[in-house]
């Protein structure tokens, strides 16, 4: 059965840096996502991309993160300057065609920022 | 702003017995709903989801029932297992229209305790 994955399943770094969060979505789905939870807070939206480009966003997403898809099958998520309220669990989503509604989620890369 | 809300934190049920998760949501522009399932270190799994065009959906043991004008909707498992000990998460979207592109707002989790 196809599957979201995502690398790394855990990433620590200081307060400052950078760091990209890899995600390979279902393959033949058209919409994705990304997600977060901060530990014992609930899954909160941070963005959606469709047809290249952004097409929504959250207040989170701010100037420090960004999306890509940079090939066929991976979806990226940069944070530019990490904060220490950075530091949950980073979903990524995807959804196959227009008018569906369920969402496939990857096992998440834990992000601890020190 | 709480668009979505799951009131009870946990819930434990024994083995065989039904088990009834409750989920309320105050955005009418809502038009699907979804449960997932969600074991420590995964992600959410998608579990069941139901069109606001109907008011009850089943598949297999998990049967979710909405009730549109108390803006309230509820997921049934029976029987229970100890297998289904989890947190489970209710999701409500808006759709791929009007700006949206079908993200989901997620209510807190309810974790689901089943005792043999």
């Known amino acids: 059965e196809p599957e979201v994955t995502q690398t790394p399943s855990h990433q620590v770094t200081q307060m400052g840096q950078e760091v990209i969060l890899r995600c390979v979505p279902i393959s033949n789905h058209l919409y994705f996502y990304w997600y977060r939870q901060i530990l014992g807070q609930k899954v909160e939206f941070l963005v959606s991309f469709y047809n290249n480009e952004i097409s929504e966003k959250s207040e989170i997403f701010d100037d420090q993160f960004s999306v890509e898809r940079p090939d066929g099958s991976n979806f990226t998520l940069k944070i530019r300057s990490t904060k220490l309220e950075d530091s949950a669990m ?3 989503a995807s959804k196959g065609r227009t008018g569906t509604y369920e969402q496939y989620f990857g096992p998440g890369t834990r992000l601890t920022v020190t | 702003d709480q668009q979505v809300k799951q ?32 074991y420590p270190a995964e992600g959410p799994t998608f579990l069941i989801s139901i069109s606001s065009i109907k008011d009850k959906n089943e598949d297999g043991r998990f049967t979710v029932f909405l009730n549109k004008s108390a803006k309230h909707l509820s997921l049934h498992i029976v029987p229970s297992q100890p297998g289904d000990s989890a947190v489970y998460f209710c999701a409500a979207s808006r759709g791929d229209y009007g700006g949206s592109q079908g993200n989901l707002i997620f209510g807190k989790g309810t974790k689901l305790s089943v005792k043999p």
């Open chain 2, 7 to 38: 009131n009870s934190p946990s819930l434990s049920v024994q083995e065989g017995r039904i088990s009834i998760l409750n989920c309320d949501y105050t955005n009418s522009m809502f038009d699907y709903f979804l449960w997932y399932k969600k």
């Open chain 1, 90 to 92: 980073y979903f990524c």
